[in-house]
């Protein structure tokens, strides 16, 4: 019986241990507390050798940081304005590096920037790239493996909205590399944006909140004022040259007498026609009638008629 005992007992404290080493196992590790707590509905935090805790975003594996927003002028620089939640965050804090193939991943830093990018500048392209953490490296862009790294746009498109709608993943031939000749790493200017894509780039005013996150303040900026593109107002038309024919003198509607037509000079003159003047009939109107006495004197002093001589008949041959 007492073995029994001691048989049901050592049953007893197996099964107990086994209870414990089970409740042990699932015991959940402590979390350490998340320095941007905005972050954690949109993405999870990892460990990566040489980075440490990263931030993962959930996203499709061919998404790209800097595509989803617009590139706008402000009195801070050329700012990103994303349309991510989180955008505010990322893309003015810290780096970002891919990590194999889990992708791209974000490197926490404290120091605020309108725009934490590379920059590639031409005179028809512009491009851009995350800024990487210390010991990463990235390849130029147009190199082997660059369009996964680099954002390049036609100069003309830069400022729109949805710029990633424009992006060029091949290289013109003459097209010269980032860092060499032809190529500028630092950001465009606004005045050559203008003249290249015909739009007027307005500078717009920037205002600055603190955000308390966990046990950090950071900023954020907001943008206002009016849209940055804005069309550019056609120049007025040139003046015509000087003519040496001054133009006529405009005079008021009062006084305004319609100009007599130049008549064209016919090719031979046209024949002299000499209008005779014609006189108006002359009115006859009948003299008087005077009663004539009849003269007497030359009827009485007038000679007889003499009879004219008569021929004498001729005398017949002999």
Known sequence: MKNLLVHFSLVAVLFAGCGAGDVTTHTPT???QDPFPVLSGYGNW????GYGRVWQPAVPGDWSPFVDGQWVWTDRGWVWDSDEPYGWVVYHYG?????????WVWVPGYEWSPARVR???TDHYVGWAPLPPPRAEFPDAFESGGDRYWVVVP?????????SRFRTRTAPPALPMAGRTGSREKP??????ERTANQQVRERRTEKENVVHGQRT??????TGDNVVQPVQAAPPLPAPATTEQPAPVLPAAAARPAPAKPTPPSTPP????????????????APRRETQKDTTRSATKKPAVPAKAKAPKEPEK
């Open 95 to 103: 780096s970002w590096t891919r990590f194999g193939a889990d992708g």
């Open 155 to 163: 100069a003309d498109h830069f400022v729109q909205p949805g710029v």
């Open 218 to 223: 950071l900023t954020r900026i907001h943008i």
């Open 271 to 286: 024949p002299r026609v000499i209008e005779k003047k014609r006189t108006p009939p002359a009115v006859l109107h009948p």
């Open 119 to 121: 920059w590639y500048v």
């Open 188 to 193: 465009p200017d606004p005045r050559e944006i």
């Open 30 to 32: 402590p979390q350490v």
């Open 46 to 49: 990892i460990e990566v050798p």
